[in-house]
């Protein structure tokens, strides 16, 4: 079998036979004429739902450990937790993460919302 093999911008034509090749002959292949590059129109930024540290946070103030997305909000606004109670459910790199109560205390304020994507380190809500 022959088979033409490009490395480098050099074709390379190679005959191979039972696990044995061998080299027939090199040629410097045809390099592709170059493609105007239209500059690329710059992302719209995308704000994301919870600012890294709003200025009217009470309280103390549970962050986002990773980036991810707000699957569910187990509390509300009023709510009672103990520390290790389950207080939002984060979807990162295909994985359900449960962002815990740090300790006991009463949530003041919610500042994310369902479907939120965050960032490592934004505030999500704050107990007092």
Do not use: C, H, W
Not at 4 to 11: E, L, R, Y
Not at 19 to 31: D, I, K, V, Y
Not at 52 to 67: D, I, L, R, T, Y
């Amino acid at each position: 079998m022959k088979y033409m093999v490009t490395i480098n911008d050099k074709n390379y034509e190679v005959e191979v036979e039972r696990g044995q090749a061998t080299l027939l002959s090199t040629t410097q292949a045809a390099a592709p004429a170059p493609q105007p590059v239209a500059p690329a129109a710059p992302a719209p930024a995308q704000p994301t739902q919870a600012a890294a540290a709003p200025a009217n946070v009470s309280g103390e103030a549970v962050k986002a450990p990773m980036p991810g997305t707000i699957l569910d909000i187990r509390v509300s606004p009023g709510s009672s937790v103990k520390a290790g109670d389950i207080l939002i459910i984060l979807e990162a790199m295909k994985m359900e993460n449960e962002i815990m109560a740090p300790r006991d205390g009463v949530v003041s304020q919610i500042i994310t919302s369902k479907g939120a994507s965050v960032a490592t380190g934004d505030v999500l809500l704050s107990l007092n």
